[in-house]
Structures are given as C-alpha cells and as structure tokens.
C-alpha cells in the first residue's frame, strides 16, 4: 500500500513541476477480441467458446492530448468520491483486497466502491437512486463511472442511459473508462465515450481499453478480468486523474451495500475483508422398500415358512412396520403385526469455511 501511494503521489508531484503524463499507451493495430461473454471461476453458466471472428479492430483515435495528473481534484471542493461499476471495477474494492481504497485513501480521498459482478448500465441509475441524496446528506464530490464491459450492443441505449446518469451527477466531475474491447461493438461504444468527455468539459477518460491493448499482461486469461497487476494498475490510473482533493472529510475507505456478486453464477458476496461461508448440507433420505411380497423362504418339511409384508424405512424421523406370518407343521398360522422404530434425523454439524474472496473472473 505505502509503495502504490508513493507511486501516485510522485506522479502528482511531477505535474506540480508542469511534468504530463501520457492519456494512454499508444494505440495498438487491433484488440483482443472473440472472448464473447465473460468466463471464469465464477461463471459456472459461461458460453464462451473460442471465437473464428476477426480480430477486433479499433480505428478511432485515441486521447490525442495529455492527461493532465489531478485534474478533478482541480475541480473539487471537498473529498468524497463513489466509484461505481461492474466486476472490473469491484474486483478492486474491499472484499477483493481493496486496491481502489490504497490507492486513493492515502490521497486524501473518502472512497465508497458501489461494484457488482455482472451488472449492465441500468445498474448506475439503480447505484443513484440509493446513493445521491443531497437533500438527505448522501452527496459526493466527484464521481468514478466503469460499466460496458456487460453490453447488449445497443451504443445509444447504452449512451442515453450514461448521459442520464451523468446529468444527475452533474457539476461533479466525473472520470469514465473505457472498456477492454472484445467486440467490434465495444469499439464503437469506447468511441462515443470519448467523444462526449470532449464535448462535456466535468468529464475525464481513463482509456482502459488502450491501457490493456498495449499491455495485455494486466489481464488474467480470459482477457477481461484483471490479474494483480492490473487491478494496482486501475487504481492507480483512477488516482492519476482525481489527484489530492482538499481533505473536507475524514479519508476513509468506506463501507458499501453493493456487493452482491450473484448475478453471475457461483458469484460470492461479501462486506469486506474475509467472508466467512456456512454450508449446512441437507438431511438425506435413504428408502429401503421390500417387494410387496415380501421374502419368502421354504424349508423342508416340518419346518416353518415366514413371509414378511412390506417393510419401509426412511430416513429422517420414520416409523418401521413389519407384518410376519408365520406357518407351522402342524399348519396353525400365526401373523404378529409390529410397529416398532422412530429413527431421528441426523444432520451433520454445519461447517464454516474462512479465507479471503477470489476477485470476480467472470461477469464484467
């Protein structure tokens, strides 16, 4: 943690001394594409499959100016920021070793990490209409955006939703991401993005998309998710550009409701740091049911002949009835009914399993 700091706060420092940073690597010729929808450990119900496309290809310019280090916190008047996004986003927040929180607590920054595996863009309304209520106190200074990484392939359906959400934000300055492209759709997506933070002077990009084209090592395999590098790189990236706002408020890593997972099959979730799993499994019931004749052995002459009636016995609380009939040499039959055997249920003690989260690998 001390070490991604200074890292950020060394870049700051240069910009204090007129230094610029880059927007972005340069651009590549093309993107990893074909990945489809996310897979991963967590995605039990993933329908990737290697794709016979072609390459995905990006032909729009990348940010052709310098990203100016701190600019939103040149904008700012005080320290709250909420990030909000999908798994890539959540895979940085406190549940998932907190990479966002490390690199930006320390810049005096109070952060919440509203980030969920799976979700779409309709989940930035949902993350607003809980979590911006000035009139309640609930408000933030700037805002940080990464959702399309779950896309349906609608741009302007995906960009009408974004620009409302924006406008909601607004005056705040808001960062936006680019998303890594895997789809010649994302590549139009990524267009619009960056073209809209031109035209709307409280918008910033952070073009992940160039960032993870030019350095694919940042992501695990599936090309999407990040690996460890690339979720310090994220965060790092994110407090290039917010910068060291004036400290209005205590800085603090703060606490989220968004953190349900689920959405994606075999998802976790989680309130930070360790999350403790109960599994309780289930009773099971064992039926052993005789034929209807029950079992029948003859013996020579003289001897006796027993047929038991049908027997069942269940597992869990069960009663066990046995009719047995019972012949003699002399021919005089004899049937005693039995009811005996209420058998209880045994379950096994639950069993708790604590270790820390994997971040997501699937859902976007």
Same mark, same amino acid.
């Not at 998710?225 to 994220?234: E, M, T």
């Not at 005089?332 to 003690?349: F, L, V």
């Given at each position: 943690?001390?070490?991604? #700091?200074?890292?950020?706060?060394?870049?700051?420092?240069?910009?204090?001394?007129?230094?610029?940073e #880059?927007? $972005?690597?340069?651009?590549?010729?093309?993107? +990893?594409?074909?990945?489809?929808?996310? !897979?991963?450990?967590?995605?039990?119900?993933?329908? %990737?499959? !290697?794709?016979?496309?072609?390459?995905?290809?990006?032909?729009?310019?990348?940010? /052709?100016? !310098?990203?100016?280090?701190?600019?939103?916190?040149?904008?700012?008047?005080?320290?709250?920021?909420?990030? +909000?996004?999908?798994?890539?986003?959540?895979?940085?927040?406190?549940?998932?070793?907190?990479?966002?929180?490390?690199a930006?607590?320390?810049? &005096?920054?109070?952060?919440?990490v509203? #980030?969920?595996s799976?979700?779409?863009?309709?989940?930035?309304?949902?993350?607003?209409?809980?979590?911006?209520?000035?009139?309640?106190?609930?408000?933030?200074?700037a805002?940080?955006?990464?959702?399309?990484n779950?896309?349906?392939? &609608?741009?302007? *359906?995906?960009?009408?939703?974004?620009?409302?959400?924006?406008?909601?934000?607004?005056?705040?300055?808001?960062?936006?991401?680019?998303?890594?492209?895997?789809?010649?759709?994302?590549?139009?997506?990524?267009?619009? +993005?960056?073209?809209?933070?031109?035209?709307?002077?409280?918008l910033v990009?952070?073009?992940?998309?160039?960032?993870t084209?030019?350095?694919?090592?940042?992501?695990?395999?599936? *090309? +999407?998710?990040?690996?460890?590098?690339?979720?310090?790189?994220?965060?790092?990236?994110?407090a290039?550009?917010?910068?060291?706002?004036?400290?209005?408020?205590?800085?603090?890593?703060?606490?989220?409701?968004?953190?349900?997972? $689920?959405?994606?099959?075999? *998802?976790?979730?989680? /309130?930070?740091?360790?999350?403790? =799993?109960?599994t309780?499994?289930? !009773? @099971?019931? /064992?039926?052993?049911?005789?034929?209807?004749? *029950?079992?029948?052995?003859?013996?020579? $002459?003289?001897?006796?002949?027993?047929?038991? %009636?049908?027997? =069942?016995?269940?597992?869990?609380?069960?009663?066990?009835?046995?009719?047995?009939?019972?012949? @003699?040499?002399?021919?005089?039959?004899?049937?005693?009914? @039995? =009811? =005996?055997?209420?058998?209880?249920?045994? /379950?096994?003690?639950?069993?708790? #399993?604590?270790?820390p989260p994997?971040?997501?690998?699937?859902?976007?």
């Amino acid at each position: 943690m001390i070490r991604r #700091a200074a890292l950020v706060v060394a870049a700051l420092g240069l910009a204090a001394c007129g230094a610029t940073e #880059a927007a $972005s690597p340069p651009a590549p010729t093309g993107t +990893i594409g074909g990945v489809g929808e996310l !897979p991963g450990t967590l995605a039990a119900d993933s329908t %990737a499959t !290697p794709s016979t496309e072609a390459p995905v290809v990006s032909t729009s310019p990348r940010s /052709t100016e !310098p990203r100016r280090v701190g600019a939103v916190a040149e904008l700012v008047e005080g320290n709250r920021v909420i990030v +909000i996004g999908d798994s890539i986003l959540a895979s940085t927040a406190r549940r998932y070793g907190g990479d966002m929180c490390e690199a930006l607590v320390p810049l &005096d920054w109070a952060v919440e990490v509203d #980030a969920e595996s799976g979700r779409f863009i309709e989940f930035l309304d949902r993350v607003l209409d809980r979590r911006l209520r000035p009139e309640e106190g609930i408000d933030w200074d700037a805002a940080v955006i990464g959702l399309g990484n779950n896309f349906d392939g &609608d741009v302007p *359906g995906f960009m009408a939703e974004l620009e409302t959400g924006l406008e909601r934000l607004a005056p705040r300055p808001v960062v936006l991401l680019t998303v890594t492209e895997r789809r010649q759709d994302q590549v139009a997506l990524n267009e619009e +993005i960056r073209a809209l933070a031109e035209r709307s002077p409280n918008l910033v990009v952070v073009d992940w998309a160039a960032i993870t084209a030019a350095e694919p090592t940042l992501l695990q395999a599936d *090309g +999407i998710h990040l690996g460890d590098d690339g979720r310090a790189r994220l965060a790092f990236e994110v407090a290039a550009v917010l910068g060291s706002p004036p400290a209005t408020t205590e800085p603090e890593c703060l606490s989220t409701e968004f953190d349900d997972d $689920s959405a994606i099959a075999g *998802g976790q979730s989680g /309130t930070g740091g360790a999350t403790a =799993t109960t599994t309780r499994p289930r !009773p @099971t019931a /064992t039926t052993t049911t005789r034929p209807a004749g *029950g079992t029948s052995t003859t013996r020579p $002459s003289g001897s006796t002949t027993t047929t038991t %009636a049908g027997s =069942t016995t269940t597992g869990g609380t069960g009663t066990t009835t046995a009719a047995t009939t019972t012949t @003699t040499a002399g021919g005089t039959a004899t049937t005693t009914a @039995t =009811t =005996t055997a209420t058998t209880a249920a045994t /379950t096994a003690p639950p069993t708790t #399993a604590a270790a820390p989260p994997a971040p997501p690998a699937s859902g976007g």
